[in-house]
């Protein structure tokens, strides 16, 4: 069973008899099954479609679950807001923007100095707004910065505030100016 080479390089004294079964034993493990096989174009196929699936349920998964943490942080603030609110009374309404409109909420003069003060803060809720005690809106600012709509407190720096505060500091505010 050997192949013409091989009878002629025996015959030729260059291989024993060994050397060669060695090689035909080799050869018939190749041929057994022990190398892996080549892919059929309709295998790779297969697979390519099977990598683009994985990845396209991997990134809807990825979208779902952001989706999940964003609702459970929703739930979270709604939350917190409800059960730290401090109870609105009073004639004085105190304006605030949110966003490019005016809004104003009725509070009494102690609730009025202590958000000029930073120690309340105003979020929203719902279809209107909730004063929060400073710890609270600290909770709701971890979950969902965008729901506080006044803090002054949480001083935001602004590109060129400084050279603005040196500016104004030469005009006198007086002291009763209700906004």
Same mark, same amino acid.
Request: glycine residues 6%; aromatic residues 4%.
């Given at each position: ?22 090689? =035909?034993?080799? !050869?018939?493990?190749? &041929?057994? +099954?022990?190398?892996?096989? $080549?892919?059929?174009? /309709? ?18 998964? $990825? ?8 609702? /459970? ?5 709604? !939350?917190?807001?409800?059960? &730290?609110?401090?109870?609105? /009374? ?8 949110? +966003? ?24 929203? &809720?719902?279809? +209107? ?19 506080? =709509?006044?803090?002054?407190? &949480?001083?935001?720096?602004? $590109? ?9 500091? !030469?005009?006198? =505010? ?6």
């Amino acid at each position: 069973m050997r192949n013409p080479l091989q009878e002629q390089l025996l015959k030729a004294g260059l291989v024993n008899k060994a050397k060669a079964a060695q090689v =035909v034993r080799e !050869q018939a493990k190749k &041929h057994k +099954g022990k190398a892996p096989a $080549a892919a059929s174009a /309709e295998q790779l196929e297969a697979q390519r479609l099977q990598a683009e699936k994985a990845e396209r349920d991997r990134a809807i998964a $990825a979208e779902r679950n952001a989706q999940l943490r964003l609702n /459970e942080a929703r739930a979270q603030v709604r !939350q917190i807001v409800e059960a &730290h609110k401090i109870k609105r /009374e009073g004639e004085i309404a105190y304006r605030f923007t949110d +966003g490019n409109r005016i809004r104003d909420v009725l509070v009494n003069e102690p609730l009025r100095a202590q958000l000029a003060a930073g120690t309340l803060v105003i979020v929203r &809720h719902g279809e +209107g707004y909730e004063l929060l005690p400073r710890v609270a809106a600290d909770k709701v600012r971890e979950r969902d910065a965008a729901m506080i =709509v006044l803090d002054h407190g &949480h001083a935001e720096a602004t $590109a060129g505030n400084e050279a603005d505060d040196e500016y104004y500091k !030469q005009f006198e =505010v007086p002291d009763d100016l209700i906004w």
